[in-house]
């Protein structure tokens, strides 16, 4: 679903089309002048070698993007008479996005927001589940469609101290907050936990590989790995996703999911690449105590 709906986005964007497909054409037939670093002419051969493609860093975020406007757009729908007794000014809303702001807000240990709980929440379980686990929520910004993928994780592993936290809290006489009343509905919903999930396997499973591969080309070249390489990555994804279609049951087959790639087992890369890359990346997303 997810590579069908990203072919029918580039089917739409015409001009883009146009535009890649002229340059193109110009390139080949040698209208365009071209020159190397020393002023000197390439020559028509080299001119014609021209390689289009997308941003696999971009089109990854479109992935994600449609999926959550799907997941949100199944929830919406079967929630419709839920959420209809719900009062307009709780905002609740069974949209990820929507979901990973508001948690944000309220519980991120930055304290960015004044509504926010995020210093007093930190000190309560410190007190109440000291070496709990707990996952660095992800901050929303720009087009980076991924971290709600990221955010969603987070939300799944800490909800039961957000629950747990909120139920205290919303116990005080004179606690009156719409952005407390909007979590305490929102992380008890049974169809939010399984949108969270879905998220969460999806992140480690495509969305970390993927991500992975397309910032370490240049160092897999030696494996005979480039950015073409990439249609391989999106060929095992595309297959997966229609295997899941026909059987939904596999999302939840760890088996499955954990080896969607295995195809590329022959792409070896030395292991101090991959452990500095997760070092540096996930050093910081687990807080202990």
Same mark, same amino acid.
């Given at each position: 679903?997810?590579?069908?709906?990203?072919?029918?986005?580039?089917?739409?964007?015409?001009?883009?089309?146009?535009?890649?497909?002229?340059?193109?054409?110009?390139?080949?037939?040698?209208?365009?002048?071209?020159?190397?670093? /020393?002023?000197?002419?390439?020559?028509?051969?080299?001119?014609?070698?021209?390689?289009?493609?997308?941003?696999?860093?971009?089109?990854?975020?479109?992935?994600?993007?449609?999926?959550?406007?799907?997941?949100?757009?199944?929830?919406?729908?079967?929630?419709?008479?839920?959420?209809?007794?719900?009062?307009?000014?709780?905002?609740?809303?069974?949209?990820?996005?929507?979901?990973?702001?508001?948690?944000?807000?309220?519980?991120?240990?930055?304290?960015?927001?004044?509504?926010?709980?995020?210093?007093?929440?930190?000190?309560?379980?410190?007190?109440?589940?000291?070496?709990?686990?707990?996952?660095?929520?992800?901050?929303?910004?720009?087009?980076?469609? /991924?971290?709600?993928?990221?955010?969603?994780?987070?939300?799944?592993?800490?909800?039961?101290?957000?629950?747990?936290?909120?139920?205290?809290?919303?116990?005080?006489?004179?606690?009156?907050?719409?952005?407390? /009343?909007?979590?305490?509905?929102?992380?008890?919903?049974?169809?939010?936990?399984?949108?969270?999930?879905?998220?969460?396997?999806?992140?480690?499973?495509?969305?970390?590989?993927?991500?992975?591969?397309?910032?370490?080309?240049?160092?897999?070249?030696?494996?005979?790995?480039?950015?073409?390489?990439?249609?391989?990555?999106? /060929?095992?994804?595309?297959?997966?996703?229609?295997?899941?279609?026909?059987?939904?049951?596999?999302?939840?087959?760890?088996?499955?999911?954990?080896?969607?790639?295995?195809?590329?087992?022959?792409?070896?890369?030395?292991?101090?690449?991959?452990?500095?890359?997760?070092?540096?990346?996930?050093?910081?997303?687990?807080?202990?105590?």
């Amino acid at each position: 679903m997810m590579i069908e709906l990203i072919i029918e986005r580039g089917k739409n964007n015409d001009t883009m089309q146009t535009v890649l497909e002229s340059v193109v054409e110009e390139v080949a037939n040698g209208e365009v002048d071209a020159a190397d670093n /020393d002023g000197e002419q390439i020559n028509a051969e080299e001119r014609r070698n021209v390689l289009a493609g997308f941003c696999q860093h971009h089109i990854r975020c479109v992935w994600w993007k449609n999926v959550n406007a799907r997941l949100s757009s199944f929830l919406r729908e079967k929630l419709s008479g839920d959420l209809s007794l719900i009062d307009s000014k709780w905002r609740v809303e069974p949209n990820m996005n929507s979901i990973c702001y508001a948690v944000y807000r309220c519980f991120s240990l930055n304290c960015n927001y004044a509504k926010g709980v995020g210093e007093d929440f930190q000190y309560w379980r410190s007190i109440n589940h000291p070496g709990s686990l707990l996952v660095a929520l992800s901050r929303l910004s720009g087009s980076r469609e /991924d971290a709600i993928l990221e955010g969603a994780t987070a939300i799944f592993w800490n909800r039961w101290m957000y629950i747990a936290y909120l139920e205290e809290l919303l116990g005080t006489p004179g606690c009156d907050n719409l952005l407390f /009343d909007n979590m305490a509905i929102i992380l008890r919903s049974e169809e939010i936990c399984a949108l969270c999930r879905v998220c969460a396997i999806l992140h480690y499973s495509i969305s970390m590989p993927m991500r992975w591969l397309a910032a370490k080309t240049q160092a897999l070249a030696e494996y005979n790995w480039s950015i073409r390489s990439m249609g391989r990555a999106i /060929d095992l994804v595309f297959t997966a996703i229609r295997k899941i279609k026909d059987d939904g049951s596999l999302l939840l087959n760890s088996d499955f999911m954990n080896s969607i790639f295995d195809a590329l087992r022959t792409v070896r890369v030395d292991c101090t690449i991959v452990c500095h890359y997760y070092y540096c990346v996930y050093s910081n997303i687990a807080i202990l105590y």
